[in-house]
């Protein structure tokens, strides 16, 4: 008897990939699976619980969404383990009661993911934790009365220049950037070496094969264009250092991120998708206020999301980092199909129910195309050798690149190096089943 699938799977199915919904359509009978709960998270972080009848009809591409949302959950507390509260805790806290800024039941550690903010307390879901008067916090509106904003420039511009002003002591309107700038903003050194956007030029062309570094190109060749036709010079040492905090630590403050700010304090959290607090506006008090989306224990790393999830390049080119957990790298290795029968069957076999797969894995199916019906034999064995072929050119590229500065990009290569190994070993595991 064929069960009518509940409307929280339906909701599931319609937030699949292109290449799970291609799945989906071609009907192939996996396995039961049911909603335990909805969860409060985004909806990338759903808990599956495995049933043991096969009743529904889904797809492989739904069995890998099950499998990698099922051990999502743990990502966050993995990556979150507190080492010891920062040297500067205390100095943080005494800045934020000068400026007005209320900090509650949080301190300023390191941890797994670096310098970021724990609860000191548990934290309940609903709970302020940080709350930042708009007055403190530097926005992009144009001001009518300065003629340097009105040179028709766009908003990075503007906020490189008022990031200078407020941290320079001689000019500074807002005195809170001049310590915050020295004690907790990255330095003219450490913002040249791991924020692309604060790199030399000449770094970033040899890594242009990187998605998303010809923007990160535009954007500094458009600084320097508008420095030029402000002072008449290229842009310093100092404004590429400011040009780079604002692109990195900026914050959309409505739905469509027309008016960004640069919030004091709150950019000390660190972003992870499967995040357990949101930043918001409050026009009535004249605020930006973090709460907690989730109970938070204490101990734990606050985390919010910077973005919605995007590849890992995106990440890396706008701030300097990457996201072991995000499902959405892909790997240019060509359009070869696979039989979509054939690979379901493989995976039947290969992925545990127990253990699931991980976001690499799941990456790496996302980047295979399938065909609905069976490919003949030799075909397929064909496509695989010249997928695993693509693989090994990727892996010379990257190895090459990784070379010439793996300090400041050794985060992003390793990353992808991952896929690629994982790319490679699934490949070859398919080759061999299928001679088997």
Same mark, same amino acid.
């Given at each position: ?48 619980? +495995? ?103 766009? +908003?990075?511009? +503007? ?27 990255? #330095? ?124 890992? #390049? ?74 695993? #072929? ?40 398919? #080759? ?5």
């Amino acid at each position: 008897m064929m069960w009518r699938m509940p409307i929280h799977y339906l909701r599931a199915v319609s937030r699949l990939g292109p290449t799970q919904r291609h799945l989906l359509q071609s009907h192939q009978v996996i396995y039961n699976f049911k909603s335990q709960k909805q969860s409060k998270k985004t909806h990338h972080q759903r808990d599956w619980e +495995w049933c043991s009848s096969a009743d529904w009809w889904v797809s492989s591409g739904a069995l890998v969404s099950y499998l990698l949302w099922k051990s999502s959950d743990h990502v966050l507390a993995e990556k979150s383990k507190p080492n010891k509260r920062d040297v500067a805790d205390a100095e943080f806290h005494d800045l934020a009661q000068k400026s007005g800024v209320k900090l509650v039941d949080v301190y300023l550690g390191n941890g797994s993911n670096g310098r970021g903010l724990f609860a000191c307390e548990d934290i309940e879901e609903g709970d302020l934790i940080i709350r930042v008067p708009m007055d403190v916090c530097l926005l992009n509106v144009n001001d009518p009365e300065d003629e340097l904003y009105d040179k028709g420039i766009g +908003w990075p511009f +503007w906020m490189t220049l008022n990031l200078m002003r407020s941290s320079d002591v001689k000019v500074s309107t807002i005195p809170v950037w001049v310590d915050y700038a020295k004690r907790f903003l990255p #330095s003219m050194q450490e913002t040249s070496a791991s924020i692309p956007t604060g790199m030399p030029i000449e770094k970033l062309k040899r890594h242009s094969d990187i998605q998303g570094m010809h923007q990160v190109e535009e954007l500094r060749e458009t600084l320097d264009n508008a420095c030029t036709k402000l002072t008449g010079k290229a842009a310093s040492e100092r404004m590429v250092w400011a040009f780079a905090n604002v692109i990195s630590r900026s914050f959309g403050l409505d739905s469509t991120n027309s008016k960004v700010a640069l919030v004091p304090f709150v950019d000390m959290l660190n972003h992870n998708q499967n995040y357990s607090a949101k930043l918001r506006q409050d026009t009535q008090t004249d605020s930006v206020f973090v709460y907690a989306t989730k109970d938070i224990p204490k101990g734990t790393e606050i985390m919010i999301p910077y973005c919605d999830e995007v590849p890992n #390049s995106v990440l890396f080119c706008k701030y300097g980092f990457v996201d072991s957990s995000s499902t959405e790298n892909r790997l240019p290795i060509g359009s070869k199909p696979l039989s979509q029968p054939r690979f379901k069957n493989f995976l039947e076999q290969q992925v545990s129910n127990e253990d699931g797969v991980d976001a690499c894995t799941y990456c790496v199916i996302e980047s295979l195309t399938f065909n609905n019906a069976d490919l003949p034999l030799n075909e397929e064995l064909e496509s695989i050798q010249t997928l695993l #072929s693509s693989i090994k050119t990727l892996a010379d590229t990257v190895e090459k690149h990784k070379s010439l500065d793996s300090e400041s990009f050794g985060c992003y290569y390793k990353e992808y190096e991952k896929l690629i190994l994982r790319a490679n070993d699934i490949l070859s595991a398919y #080759s061999s089943f299928l001679q088997s």
